[in-house]
């Protein structure tokens, strides 16, 4: 377990996942090895290795469960999973990560705020477009238009879609 540890602190990543994976196939349920092996995937954001060894670290009671939660959050956001995002930043308890996953649910929230109000305004603006191309689509054109023999919008809409 000090090699790997060692390997990681000398910023030999690569090297040290390796020596993680064989140790981990001696010791599959050491919850140590499991967490160090998780972290070292999430890092080279081989996130499937990464949760399932961190899911296993936390299932044998790691000390650290709160960064073990905190980390799946944010390997949930990595792949696009919001719901499963918050739930794991909601389980972190009182501590080092209690705040910066408030700052994540917190932040999650307000995107998901701000798509609703584009939706909404999408829907609002759809409504009042369809109003406005009906209200203008037998509005007379000027008259240096209509010398072209168009007479109204719709008549200029019409003859453009038929030139392209």
């Not at 996942?17 to 196939?25: H, S």
């Not at 995937?41 to 044998?60: G, I, T």
């Not at 798509?115 to 009906?134: D, E, L, P, Y």
Request: glycine share 6%.
């Amino acid at each position: 377990m000090a090699y790997p540890r060692l390997l990681v602190s000398s910023r030999q990543f690569e090297q040290s996942r390796i020596e993680f994976e064989k140790l981990l196939k001696d010791n599959p349920t050491n919850p140590d090895l499991l967490y160090g092996a998780g972290l070292l995937a999430f890092q080279f954001r081989d996130f499937a290795v990464a949760q399932r060894d961190l899911v296993a670290a936390l299932n044998q009671h790691h000390p650290e469960a709160d960064f073990i939660r905190f980390t799946l959050g944010q390997i949930a956001e990595e792949q696009g999973d919001t719901s499963q995002a918050l739930n794991w930043y909601e389980m972190v308890g009182a501590g080092q990560q209690f705040l910066a996953a408030q700052a994540r649910i917190a932040l999650i929230d307000a995107e998901a705020s701000r798509i609703r109000r584009w939706r909404g305004w999408q829907r609002w603006a759809a409504r009042k477009t369809r109003r406005f191309s009906w209200c203008c689509c037998n509005r007379r054109l000027p008259a240096a238009a209509s010398s072209t023999g168009l007479r109204t919008v719709a008549q200029g809409r019409a003859a453009a879609s038929q030139i392209s």
